[in-house]
C-alpha cells in the first residue's frame, strides 16, 4: 500500500517554543492530508483538514493560530504546534488521501509522539 | 451522543476463543464504514471495510445493520497477535473524506 511518513517520530521540547512535524505522502499526491491528536487512552480526534494551495478548515475547538498547517506541495503537509504547552503533549498522525475513479482510502503515517516539558 | 460509540472494554479472552466488538453511529447518512486495528504508541492501520451484506477477511467477520446504525466486528480463534485496540470508524456523508473514530475497543488476548 502506499507509504506515509513523519517527522520527527518524537521530540521533546520546552514550554513556549514552537514545534513542527511534517507529513509526507512519498509514493502518491495528497491533495488532502488530515491532522489527528491522540491523548493517551483515548481515540484519534481529527483538528483540520489540510488541503494543498489552500488554507486548511479546523475542526470546531481548535485554534488555528496555535497549530498552523501549510500544505505547500502535493506530497507535504506541516503542522506546527505554535508556544508549547504541557497540554499539548500527546501523539499527533497525519494522514493522506488518495483518492480518484474508484478510490477513496486514507494512508496514515506513523505518528509524531510530543512531550511538552 | 458521540458520533461513533463503542465499548472500551477492556475485553480479556483466551487464546482460541471468539469475541464480537459492536459500535453504533449516530449519523444516518454515513455511507462508508471500516474496523481498524492499533497496536500500543502505533498508529492505526486499515483491518476491514464494512460492507451492507457483511464480509469475511479469515477469522474476522464485520457485519453492518443500516436500520439500527450498527456494526460489528467477530473475531474467531483469537490469537496472542490479536491483542490490539480496534477501532470503529464511520467516514462522514459529505465529500471531504474526513474519518470519525470511535474510542476504540480493548482486546487482550492470554495464553
Known amino acids: 500500500g502506499a507509504v506515509v511518513s513523519q517527522h520527527p517520530s518524537w521530540v521533546i521540547c520546552k514550554s513556549g517554543t514552537s514545534v513542527k512535524i511534517e507529513c509526507r505522502s512519498l509514493?502518491?499526491?495528497?491533495?488532502?492530508m488530515f491532522w489527528y491528536r491522540q491523548f493517551p487512552k483515548q481515540s484519534l480526534m481529527l483538528m483540520a483538514t489540510?488541503?494543498?494551495?489552500?488554507?486548511?478548515?479546523?475542526e470546531q475547538g481548535v485554534e488555528k493560530d496555535k497549530f498552523l498547517i501549510n500544505h505547500a506541495s502535493l506530497t507535504l503537509s506541516t503542522l506546527t504546534v505554535t508556544s508549547a504547552h504541557p497540554e499539548d503533549s500527546s501523539f499527533y498522525i497525519c494522514?493522506?488521501?488518495?483518492?480518484?475513479?474508484?478510490?477513496?482510502?486514507?494512508?496514515f503515517g506513523p505518528g509524531t509522539r510530543l512531550t511538552v516539558l | 451522543r458521540k458520533e461513533v460509540e463503542q465499548d472500551p472494554g477492556p475485553f480479556n479472552v483466551p487464546e482460541g476463543a471468539t469475541v464480537a466488538f459492536n459500535c453504533t453511529y449516530s449519523?444516518?447518512?454515513?455511507?462508508?464504514f471500516f474496523w481498524y486495528r492499533q497496536d500500543c504508541r502505533k498508529e492505526p492501520k486499515l483491518l476491514m471495510s464494512?460492507?451492507?451484506s457483511g464480509n469475511e477477511d479469515g477469522r474476522f467477520t464485520a457485519q453492518l445493520n443500516r436500520a439500527s446504525q450498527y456494526i460489528s466486528l467477530l473475531i474467531r480463534d483469537s490469537k496472542l497477535s490479536d491483542s490490539a485496540t480496534y477501532l470503529c470508524v464511520v467516514k462522514h456523508p459529505s465529500n471531504t473524506g474526513k474519518l470519525i473514530f470511535g474510542q476504540g475497543t480493548t482486546l487482550q488476548v492470554k495464553p
Open positions: 464494512v460492507y451492507s
Open positions: 449519523n444516518s447518512a454515513s455511507q462508508s
Open positions: 509514493d502518491f499526491q495528497a491533495t488532502t
Open positions: 489540510s488541503n494543498e494551495g489552500s488554507k486548511a478548515t479546523y
Open positions: 494522514s493522506a488521501r488518495a483518492w480518484g475513479g474508484s478510490t477513496d482510502t486514507q494512508y
